[in-house]
């Protein structure tokens, strides 16, 4: 059995595979395999599949995304154009059709 990194929210050891996802069970954290094994000592902004994005890029989402503030949900395969990229935890800034502008985790996207 192979030794799953532990969670780098709270540390955890107790840290599970789901499908393209590690899973903290004590604080609900999720993270991308590929951002695991990828250290980001580099700057370069990666997609879940750990392509590199630039500025002005088309990325489909990967998973169901909860608003904060609303009960709408940004849906599987939504696709964004034109994305611009940021520093910071949510590293693109989009606009998503019939939401507006949004900030999106790199790690929840993967390039067109």
Avoid at 4 to 13: A, F, G, I, K, Q
Wanted: aromatic content about 4%.
């Amino acid at each position: 059995m192979t030794a799953l990194p532990p969670c780098p929210s709270c540390s955890s050891e107790l840290t599970y595979e789901d499908g393209p996802l590690f899973i903290c069970p004590e604080c609900g954290h999720e993270w991308s395999i590929a951002a695991a094994t990828a250290p980001d000592s580099d700057g370069v902004i990666r997609d879940a599949n750990g392509n590199v994005l630039a500025d002005g890029d088309t990325v489909v989402v990967i998973k169901d995304l909860k608003v904060k503030g609303s009960s709408q949900v940004v849906k599987v395969g939504s696709k964004v154009k034109n994305i611009r990229l940021v520093g910071g935890d949510h590293d693109i800034d989009c606009k998503i059709e019939g939401f507006g502008a949004m900030k999106l985790k790199s790690e929840f996207v993967r390039k067109v």
